[in-house]
T-cell receptor, first 113, second 112 residues
């Protein structure tokens, strides 16, 4: 059983389109995260949700909107995609917020052309 | 910022040798975590050491923490080709909004 899963694994789209990435965890964790890893392998947190409540919202363009329908899911919707959005996006979860060990998904490689 | 900075940026060793990588940080922490990332994959949690611990072992991994120097080290003994990966440290606090802030990692290459 995959602990943290993401779909799709690869996403190729054109500038200006809107796309979503889905994340699900079956670990019963309370907290979920989205990270962006750029071409230089620098991994940066974007958002964190604890029990469906947004607790971390880094300096991310408004075109990015996370949605948590329940505590097992955290989806990422991106509007008006730009070339600079090309990156690998990782979802993660932890048992609770605040410095707990995190479990990462396999990543979604987004390419904007 | 609780960002850790890993050193060296890259490390190349022969299989069977030990690999040591270091992490420095700037603020007080509650714990420090180490993660591994294989190429094209998500991060995998390796070990967590609390601020009141000085050393911790897990299999072939040995982590030390010196809070007075704000530094940590990760030692991988008897390295294997499968240990080839990037390694990241994440110094953390435990507040609700605490987050993991990663550096650029140490890229370890274990050669046969």
């Amino acid at each position: 059983d995959t602990a943290v899963s993401q779909t799709p694994k690869y996403l190729v789209t054109q500038m200006g389109n809107d796309k979503s990435i889905k994340c699900e965890q079956n670990l019963g964790h309370d907290t979920m995260y989205w990270y962006k890893q750029d071409s230089k392998k620098f991994l940066k947190i974007m958002f964190s949700y604890n029990n469906k409540e947004l607790i971390i919202n880094e300096t991310v363009p408004n075109r990015f909107s996370p949605k948590s329908p329940d505590k097992a899911h955290l989806n990422l919707h991106i509007n008006s995609l730009e070339l600079g959005d090309s990156a690998v996006y990782f979802c993660a979860s932890s048992q609770k917020s605040g410095g707990s060990e995190q479990y990462f998904g396999p990543g979604t490689r987004l390419t904007v052309t | 910022s609780q960002q850790g900075e890993e050193d060296p940026q890259a490390l190349s060793i022969q299989e069977g040798e030990n690999a040591t990588m270091n992490c420095s940080y700037k603020t007080s922490i509650n714990n420090l975590q180490w993660y591994r990332q294989n190429s094209g994959r998500g991060l995998v949690h390796l070990i967590l050491i609390r601020s009141n611990e000085r050393e911790k072992h897990s299999g072939r991994l040995r982590v030390t923490l010196d809070t007075s120097k704000k530094s940590s080290s990760l030692l991988i003994t008897a390295s294997r080709a499968a240990d080839t990966a990037s390694y990241f440290c994440a110094p953390t606090t435990t507040g609700t909004a605490s987050k993991l802030t990663f550096g650029t990692g140490t890229r370890l290459q274990v050669m046969l």
